[in-house]
């Protein structure tokens, strides 16, 4: 138990050691990782807790919400209103960004999250997670607004997630490599278990929703039909699909084992560039699989350089390990 390396301990040291981490940041990310054991004890409790089902309410997006989607918003804003590290925070599930109440200090830095990702498979105990990003605010401001929040993704300080499941596990970044921790549930901490996450450059796993086939444009229909014709196709090898319909479970998977993961434009509705939210998924995810190795794209172009336009902006995805990601962006480029 002594060698055992907390949370805490493992964002001082980096802070002592590398100077990489700022304090107020640090204690951010402490907020934030309180805030998630929060959420993991109201997901692992479930129907126990009456926490199950929908809420009768809807998003932005104006999809329905699920009570724990509420719930983990709540959880969230609550544990970050009052540490003085924060000017403002922006949530998938609220239109307008959420100021720091009058009374209470004010900090540097902007957080934006996806309360809880993946809120669909709550009911049917699939794994489900919290995806969070955090930005600067422009110096010496004090009020933040909508548009401060619309920064390109390689302006992030540091990012990630966690993913609710059989383990409770926090990946982060601050731009300094992706570590991994683990709850344990008897103590109560986060605790240091993966060190340098790395993701395989090559694989033979993708994720995709293959019921929209249909719909996709023909660069994504080309790249899946080499992936199925398996060996006796122009890749030469055989692929395996796996779709959770949970970013956090998917994106979990590829930087523990390798793949790539698609959610591509389609057809239904030309306007949008894609279904996923580019400063709440898009971003962090795309740090996070970055720093550990690997490429996300939109198709078209790095999704970190791209520079946002509105707060609840969606985008495609492409994102894992650098062969496939490369390969896929190379047929959309052409």
């Not at 009058?102 to 990702?117: A, I, S, V």
């Not at 992936?227 to 030469?236: D, N, V």
């Not at 779709?243 to 479970?249: D, G």
Request: proline letters at 5%; aromatic letters at 6%.
């Amino acid at each position: 138990m002594s060698s055992r390396i907390s949370l805490s301990r493992f964002l001082i040291e980096e802070q002592r050691q590398h100077g990489a981490l700022p304090p107020d940041l640090r204690l951010l990310i402490e907020t934030v990782a309180r805030a998630c054991k929060a959420i993991a004890h109201s997901v692992n409790k479930g129907a126990l807790a009456g926490v199950l089902g929908d809420a009768g309410t809807g998003n932005v997006q104006g999809e329905a919400q699920k009570k724990l989607d509420v719930i983990a918003n709540d959880i969230l804003l609550e544990a970050n209103e009052w540490g003085g590290n924060l000017g403002a925070m922006a949530s998938e599930e609220m239109e307008l960004p959420h100021s720091i109440p009058g009374h209470m200090p004010r900090g540097r830095y902007l957080l934006m999250f996806d309360p809880l990702d993946g809120s669909s498979n709550i009911d049917v105990n699939i794994s489900v997670g919290t995806i969070f990003s955090v930005l600067e605010a422009p110096e010496g401001n004090t009020q933040p607004t909508e548009a401060d929040f619309l920064q390109p993704g390689n302006r992030q300080v540091a990012a990630g997630y966690a993913v609710y499941g059989p383990q409770n596990m926090l990946v982060l970044t601050f731009g300094q490599g992706v570590y991994g921790f683990t709850l344990d549930r008897e103590l109560g901490s986060w605790v240091l278990t993966h060190r340098k996450m790395v993701v395989p450059a090559t694989t033979g796993e993708f994720a995709i929703n293959m019921s929209n086939q249909r719909h996709w444009e023909a660069p994504v229909q080309r790249y899946v039909s080499e992936l199925l014709a398996g060996k006796e196709g122009p890749l030469g090898k055989d692929y395996n699909m796996r779709w959770v319909a949970s970013m956090v479970a998917e994106v979990h998977r590829i930087i523990t084992r390798g793949g790539i993961f698609m959610y591509p434009k389609d057809a239904r509705d030309p306007a949008k560039p894609g279904k996923l939210r580019l400063m709440y998924e898009g971003n962090p995810m795309a740090f996070i699989i970055e720093q550990a190795g690997g490429l996300a794209t939109n198709g078209h172009q790095r999704i970190l350089d791209i520079q946002p336009n509105g707060l609840h902006e969606r985008v495609a995805v492409f994102l894992g390990s650098k062969e496939e990601v490369a390969r896929v962006t190379g047929y959309h480029q052409a």
